[in-house]
T-cell receptor
């Protein structure tokens, strides 16, 4: 079964504090992992993907296959980071089509 | 380059009715996927269309069906609406799977079944 778990519905931090949004997954093969973000009144958009190994808006995420985790981190949160964050998994290439399996999302609230 | 657009933005239907939702894919994208997002949940994959054919389906009953047109736009049809079909329906377009591409989402259609 393919499943993505985001244990926190809400994460509230102060500006400048470190942020870690947790994501665990279950999948028997080698998935692609993504973080999508939805800012207020905007559409869902890709934040980053594990194969890119890049930092976007100061966020990074490392795929830990041993712990089946893909936690999203940022050392210093900004108010504009307040949004809904979804972790998503895409099964490996041999499925023949691409689908995304999403977690239930974590709302990040950064207070001044 | 235009983004993914969906219509209508909102609609209300009565249980048992049928509904059609529409999606225009991003310029150059020939793959369209549909997702259902219930309140408080993440999006759930319904199905995907590539070159006018369904090439992948999630755990949704046959009363959820779709079409893709030669210009890559797509429709989601839901027959015999149930109250639990009330949700935000998202369309996402992308390039084919093997090109390892990003999915771009529309703003969604909010369907309420009463």
């Amino acid at each position: 079964a393919q499943r993505v778990t985001q244990p926190e519905k809400l994460l509230s931090v102060f500006k400048g504090a470190p942020v870690e949004l947790k994501c665990n997954y279950s999948y028997s093969g080698s998935p692609e992992l993504f973080w999508y973000v939805q800012y207020s009144r905007q559409r869902l958009q890709l934040l980053l993907r594990h194969i890119s190994r890049e930092s976007i808006k100061g966020f990074t995420a490392d795929l830990n296959k041993g712990e089946t985790s893909f936690h999203l981190k940022k050392p210093f949160a900004q108010e504009e980071d307040s949004a809904m964050y979804y972790c998503a998994l895409s099964p490996g290439m041999n499925t023949g089509f691409q689908k995304l399996v999403f977690g239930t999302g974590t709302r990040l609230l950064v207070s001044p | 380059e235009t983004g993914v657009t969906q219509s209508p933005t909102h609609l209300i239907k009565t249980r048992g009715q049928q509904v059609t939702l529409r999606c225009s894919s991003q310029s150059g994208h020939n793959t369209v996927s549909w997702y259902q997002q219930a309140l408080g949940q993440g999006p759930q994959f319904i199905f995907q269309y590539y070159r006018e054919e369904e090439n992948g389906r999630g755990n949704f009953p046959p009363r959820f069906s779709g079409l893709q047109f030669p210009n890559y736009s797509s429709e989601l049809n839901v027959n015999a609406l149930e109250l639990d079909d009330s949700a935000l329906y998202l369309c996402a377009s992308s390039l084919p799977r093997q090109e390892n591409t990003e999915a771009f989402f529309g703003q969604g259609t909010r369907l309420t079944v009463v």
